[in-house]
C-alpha cells in the first residue's frame, strides 16, 4: 500500500501544532524554574509572572496558554483546599490567602477575552477574598463580550453577596435587555429591588446559577447552597415545634421521639430514631438544654 505524503498546508498545519506544545511547555518550564521556594519566609504566593511577560510568551497560541491559566487556577484552588482539615465551599475561600488567583484569572481572561468558565470563577470565588478584583475582571469581560448576558449575572451575583442590591438589581435588568437572554433575568431585576436579601432570592440565584454553571466546582457549590436555604426553612420550622412543646410541657424535648406524632403528622422524613432527616439526608441534630436544631457536620448542607 502505498504512503500519501503529507501536503504542505498539513505539514505547515503540524509545525504550528508541535511549535505551540513547545512555547506551552517551555512557559510553564519558565514559570515553576522562577516560583518562589514553598519555605520561602517572605512571600510563598507572590505573583512570579506578570501579564505583558505572558503575552509575549504565549507566541500567539493565546488561547492554549489561556487554557493553561486556566487549569493553573483550579490546581492552586485546590492544592489550598487539600491543606485544609475542615469542609469548605469554594465561594467562602478566605481562609486560604488566595493572593494569586486573581491575577492567575485575570491572564486567562486577558488571553483570551471570550473564555466565559473563568469569569464565573472569579464571580463565584473571588468576592470573598478580593471583591474589587471580582467586579473588575467581570466587567472587562463585559466589555469585551457587550452582548453576553451571563457576565450581567455574574455582576449581579457579586452585588448580590455584597447586599449591594440597587447595583445588583440594575446589573440584571441592563442583561435583561440583551439579544437571547431569557425572562428570568427581567424578574430578577424587580425581586433585587424588592426582597434583594430574603431567602428566596438566594434559593433563585443558586437555582439559575445550578442551571447555567460551566464548572463542575460552581455547580457543586450552587447545589449545596440550594441545600443549605432549604435547610434553613426546615430549621426555623423546627425551632417553632420545640418552642410549642415547651410551652405546653415546660420544658425543651430531651429527644426527637417526643415530637414524634408532630412531625409523622406534617410528613417530615425521619430517620429510626425518628430525628428529622435535612435536605441531605442527614439526621438533624437536637440541642436539648438549648432548644435548638443544629445541621450535622457531616452533612453534605454547609454550616457556614
Not at 465561594?91 to 471570550?114: E, G, I, V
Not at 433585587?192 to 434559593?203: K, L, Q
Request: with cysteine.
Amino acid at each position: 500500500m502505498k504512503e500519501r505524503k503529507l501536503t504542505k498546508n498539513e505539514i505547515g498545519l503540524l509545525l504550528t501544532v508541535i511549535i505551540g506544545l513547545v512555547g506551552i511547555v517551555g512557559l510553564s518550564m519558565w514559570i515553576d524554574a522562577h516560583r518562589p521556594p514553598a519555605d520561602s519566609p517572605v512571600e510563598e504566593d507572590r505573583l512570579y509572572v506578570n501579564a505583558a511577560l505572558v503575552d509575549r510568551l504565549a507566541l500567539g497560541f493565546n488561547g492554549l496558554v489561556a487554557d493553561w491559566y486556566w487549569m493553573r487556577s483550579l490546581q492552586y484552588v485546590g492544592r489550598k483546599i487539600l491543606g485544609l482539615s475542615e469542609k469548605i465551599q469554594i465561594d467562602s475561600l478566605t481562609p486560604l490567602n488566595l493572593k494569586l488567583l486573581a491575577p492567575l484569572l485575570d491572564a486567562a481572561t486577558s488571553l483570551d477575552p471570550q473564555f466565559m468558565e473563568p469569569y464565573q470563577y472569579a464571580a463565584v470565588v473571588l468576592p470573598t477574598i478580593d471583591v474589587d478584583e471580582a467586579i473588575r475582571i467581570t466587567k472587562k469581560g463585559i466589555a469585551s463580550n457587550p452582548d453576553s448576558w451571563r457576565l450581567y449575572q455574574h455582576l449581579g451575583y457579586i452585588y448580590w453577596q455584597q447586599k449591594d442590591f440597587k447595583a445588583a438589581s440594575e446589573a440584571y435588568a441592563t442583561g435583561a435587555k440583551l439579544p437571547g437572554v431569557p425572562a428570568w433575568m427581567e424578574a430578577m431585576k424587580g425581586r433585587m429591588a424588592s426582597e434583594g436579601g430574603s431567602r428566596d432570592t438566594a434559593r433563585e440565584i443558586y437555582r439559575r446559577m445550578y442551571e447555567e454553571a460551566g464548572d463542575e466546582q460552581v455547580k457543586e457549590m450552587a447545589r449545596r447552597r440550594l441545600l443549605q436555604v432549604d435547610a434553613m426553612d426546615e430549621r426555623d420550622a423546627l425551632l417553632r415545634l420545640m418552642e410549642t412543646y415547651k410551652l405546653k410541657m415546660g420544658r425543651c424535648p430531651s429527644k426527637w421521639r417526643e415530637l414524634e406524632n408532630v412531625l409523622r403528622a406534617l410528613r417530615v422524613k425521619v430517620d429510626a430514631s425518628g430525628a428529622p432527616l435535612d435536605p441531605a439526608g442527614t439526621a438533624y441534630l437536637l440541642v436539648k438544654d438549648e432548644c435548638d436544631v443544629k445541621v450535622d457536620w457531616r452533612s453534605e448542607v454547609p454550616v457556614k
